[in-house]
């Protein structure tokens, strides 16, 4: 929880310092290193503790930046409206996507 809180402060402060689509690249390198390393981290549980937290920090960067990044890329009145669309999409392709 301590993590998650800090990630958000963090991931709220990049997306007003670095060009939207770098941080996402940056999100989404970390987070696929992440998906690879995890399954040979977890023989050891401090170190499969670390990737886990590290890569859902980066995870939870991915929907933090994307409320600010669709303002910047259409703008206020718009990319507001965006965001709850792309939140229930990722969250309904988490629930459909394993049924599948």
């Known amino acids: ?6 990630a958000n402060i963090l991931w709220g402060f990049l997306i007003d310092r670095i060009n939207f689509k770098i941080l996402f690249a940056i999100i989404y390198f970390v987070s696929g290193i992440g998906a690879i390393v995890l399954p040979f981290s977890a ?33 206020d009145d718009i990319g507001h409206q965006l965001f709850p669309l792309t939140y229930i999409s990722s969250l309904v392709s988490v629930v459909v996507g394993p049924v599948s």
């Open 1 to 6: 929880l301590l993590a998650s809180s800090f």
């Open 43 to 75: 023989t050891n549980k401090i170190s499969f503790f670390i990737v886990y937290v590290i890569t859902m920090m980066f995870d939870k960067g991915a929907l933090v930046v994307t409320g600010p990044a669709l303002i910047k890329i259409f703008g």
